[in-house]
C-alpha cells in the first residue's frame, strides 16, 4: 500500500535500499508504529535515514505526500487558560504518559482519556478528581497528586509529526542547497589533512589512532600522538562581481567570511573579475578602473603552488568570451576570454570553479555556451556542500587535469 509513497520519496532524493524499505515494512507487520501517524513519522526516519543531512528530505516528502491527511489538534489556548499556565498557546508540554507505575496498555488508555475529557470540559476545575486541572486528584493537568498521567507544563514537547516536519529544522543540513556560513566553515576544515607534517615529537592527539588502540586493547584507555601539522595551503579566491552575480552576493560574502576566519591557510589573496579573467585582477567587488593588478603580475609573484578557487556563474554571451574585443569591462591586452582562461589554468594547474547557477549537463543552450567552454578548461563544480567537498577533493589532488 506504500509503493507510491516509497516513489515519492526516492523522487525527494532520499537514497532508499531495497533492504531498508523490506525493513520498514516489517516494523509496520510488528505494529512498531503503534497505529500513530506520528510514530510511523520516527519509524521511517529511524530506517530510512543514514545521516542528518537527509533529514529534510524526509520532511519535505511526508509533507507532499500525506498533506491531505486531517491533523488532530488540541485547543492549548483554552487549557492554559484553564491552568493559569504562562505558556505559549498550542503547547502540549512534558507528557509523562506513563512511569514505572503503569504498563504500556495503561498508558494508552490514559490518553484515550485525556481526549474524552477534552472533548466534554468547557470550563476551569482545580483540586477535583475527574476533569482536566490543577491541584487535584485526576490523571491530567497541572501539580495534582496523581503520580502519572499526563502532566501539562511550561516546555515543548509532544508534537505531532506535521509539527515537527513543517519546522524543517534540518533544511540547512542538505548537501544538495546552498552553502551557508556554517557549511563553509565545515567544508574548510578539511583542508586540514593536506598540511604538512613537521619534524617534531609527537605532541598532538591522534583522534582515530586512540579509538583503534582503545579498542584493540578492549576498551582501556590508550593514548596515540602524532606530529603536528603546519599550514602550507596557499589559497588564491577569485570571485565574479555584478551583474547577474547580484543574487549571490550574499552567499560569495559568506565564503570570503569562512575562509578569512578559518586558520588552515599560509597565505590567502583575494581578487574580483567581472564575467571572466582578463588582463587585471580587481582588489574590490566594485571592480573600479584603476583599482586592480595586472594578471600576468599575478603570474610572475605568486607561485603555481596556490590554490584556485574561482566563484562564479559563468553567465555571459559565447561572443564575450570567445572574442577578443568581448571584455567591455576592462582591458584584456589583445586576448579573448577564452584565451586569459587558458593561460590562466597553465599557470594554475589546481583550479576550480564553483558555480551558484550550475546545469550540469543541460549546456546545449545558446546561453549555456560559455559554462560549457568554461567547464572545458577549469574543473566546475556547484556551489554546494557536496559541490564544494568534491571540489577541494579535486583541488587538493596530486593528479592534475591534461
Known sequence: MFTSFFYTLKSSGLNISATEWLTLMEALDKGLAHSSFTDFYYLCRTVLVKNEGEYDKLDA??????????????????????????????????????????????????????????????????????WIGTGGGSEFGKNGRVAGGIQLGNEAGMKTAFA??????????????????????????????????????????????????????????????EQPRKNTVKLMLLFDSGGSMYPYSELCNQLFQAVNKANHFKDVKTFYFHNCIYAKLYKTPECLSGDWID????????????????????????????DKNGNYSGPNNGLSGHEWMQLFRSKYPHS???????????????????????????????????????????????QQRS
Request: glycine letters at 6%; a neutral charge; aromatic letters at 12%.
Open 61 to 130: 516528502a511526508f509533507l507532499e505526500y500525506f498533506k491531505n491527511i486531517k491533523e488532530e489538534k488540541l485547543d492549548m489556548e483554552q487549557i492554559d487558560k484553564w491552568l493559569h499556565n504562562d505558556a505559549k498557546s498550542g503547547k502540549l508540554t512534558n507528557p509523562e504518559l506513563y512511569k514505572d507505575t503503569r504498563t504500556k496498555r495503561e498508558a494508552v488508555e490514559v490518553h484515550r482519556m485525556f481526549r474524552e475529557r477534552l472533548n466534554e470540559q468547557n470550563s476551569e476545575h482545580n483540586g477535583g478528581n475527574y
Open 164 to 225: 515537527v516536519m513543517g519546522e524543517r529544522r534540518y533544511k540547512d543540513f542538505r548537501r544538495d542547497t546552498k552553502l551557508s556560513m556554517r557549511q563553509f566553515q565545515v567544508a574548510f576544515r578539511e583542508l586540514r589533512q593536506y598540511s604538512r607534517k613537521l619534524d617534531l615529537p609527537k605532541t598532538e592527539l591522534d583522534i582515530d589512532g586512540t579509538i583503534d588502540s582503545t579498542c584493540n586493547q578492549g576498551g582501556y584507555l590508550k593514548l596515540e600522538f
Open 295 to 322: 594578471t600576468q603580475w599575478a603570474f610572475r609573484n605568486y607561485d603555481k603552488e596556490y590554490k584556485v578557487i574561482i566563484i562564479g556563474d559563468a553567465g555571459m554571451a559565447p561572443e564575450e568570451f570567445l
Open 352 to 398: 576550480i570553479w564553483l558555480n551558484p547557477s550550475y546545469h550540469g549537463d543541460l549546456t546545449k543552450l545558446y546561453w549555456m555556451e560559455s559554462e560549457r567552454l568554461i567547464k572545458e578548461i577549469v574543473d566546475m563544480y556547484p556551489l554546494t556542500v557536496d559541490g564544494l567537498k568534491r571540489g577541494i577533493k579535486k583541488l587538493m589532488s596530486n
